[in-house]
Each structure stands twice: as structure tokens, then as C-alpha cells.
């Protein structure tokens, strides 16, 4: 199990040393960094869920190889966890228990709900308390309007699974 000693902090960036990339073949492919401090907020990477508690200690989850890896790190005081450059992924924000701040750049349905899953274990609750998910249904353009709502429907069942406070929000312009 990778310790905080088995990372490095690159300026504003999480970054895995040789080390852990060696002894976790996976991590050289999937798990190259979690976040960057930028402008005084907290950018996720893709397929990072974010979770900040009011100890000031941040929560990063990722899927892996089918399992959820777990990191916590003391940050800096930041103003807001936020993301870019969607494309087909989308936006998970909400709450947990408490005042804990959730906020995920999920790319998929199924690991999201992994990841998901993984959370409520970790805080030991059964729902989230609001889960809200923001997304082009059609990023690319491809799609026709009955995949693009599929699509929508997809999501929307996930963060119905996990919240009875739930919102889906389309929003055509998430590639920036």
C-alpha cells in the first residue's frame, strides 16, 4: 500500500515517484498525477474524485485496475476543487455526511460507481446527502439524439443510486 512517502509534490502537483511506478506497473498508465494547485483552486485530473473536509485534509480517490485507491494529503488553503477539459467525461459535485465537499471528474458510468461505492464505505454512510452531475450529452457531435439521451439517462441513474438529492445538469459547452 503506497504511503504519503512513496509521492512527491511537485510545486503544486501530485506526482508518483519512480519507486511506486515500479512496484505498481498500472500506476505508470493510469495514475500519473491527481491534482494541480493553479489560481488558488484545486484542479482535478481525470477520473479523480476529490473530497475536502474541514480539517483541511484532502481525499483523493481513484480507480485503478478495478479497485479504488485511496490518498489523503494536507493542502494549502484553497478557494474551490474544480476541473477542466471534459470532453466525454463529466462533473460529480455534492455533499457528504458533514460539510465535506465532493467533487469528481468521472469518466464513466461504471467506475463512478465504484468510485462512489468506495466513498460511502469510507465515510461509512449509505447515500450522499445531494449529488448533482453536469454534462454535454453530445460532446463530440456524433451522437443522435436518442444516444445522446442515453447517455444523459445513464448518468442520471448513477447519482439516482447514490442521492435521493439529485440533479443532472446539461450543459453544451464542457470542453474547456
Avoid at 509521492?7 to 511506478?21: A, R
Avoid at 494547485?37 to 476529490?50: K, Y
Avoid at 467533487?103 to 463512478?112: F, V
Wanted: one cysteine or more; charged letters at 25%; hydrophobic letters at 40%.
Amino acid at each position: 500500500m503506497p504511503s504519503t512517502d512513496d509521492y512527491i509534490k511537485l510545486g503544486t502537483q501530485f506526482v508518483f515517484t519512480n519507486f511506486v511506478q515500479n512496484m505498481f506497473p498500472f500506476f505508470r498508465e493510469e495514475v500519473v498525477g491527481l491534482y494541480e494547485l493553479r489560481n488558488e483552486n484545486l484542479f482535478v485530473w481525470e477520473g479523480v474524485c476529490a473530497i475536502a473536509e474541514e480539517d483541511e485534509s484532502t481525499n483523493f480517490f481513484k480507480a485503478v485496475g478495478g479497485n479504488v485507491l485511496h490518498f489523503v494529503v494536507k493542502l494549502p488553503q484553497f478557494s474551490q476543487i474544480t476541473s477542466e477539459g471534459y470532453w466525454n467525461c463529466v462533473e460529480i459535485s455534492g455533499r457528504i455526511f458533514g460539510h465535506a465537499e465532493v467533487y469528481y471528474h468521472a469518466t464513466d458510468p461504471e467506475t463512478a460507481g465504484l468510485v462512489l461505492e468506495d466513498v460511502l464505505r469510507w465515510k461509512k454512510q449509505n447515500s450522499f446527502l445531494k449529488l448533482s452531475v453536469r454534462l454535454d450529452p453530445d460532446p463530440l457531435r456524433e451522437r443522435t439524439s436518442s444516444e445522446a439521451e442515453a447517455r444523459v439517462q445513464s448518468w442520471a441513474s448513477l447519482v439516482e443510486n447514490f442521492s435521493h438529492d439529485w440533479t443532472v445538469v446539461r450543459d453544451f459547452n464542457m470542453l474547456s
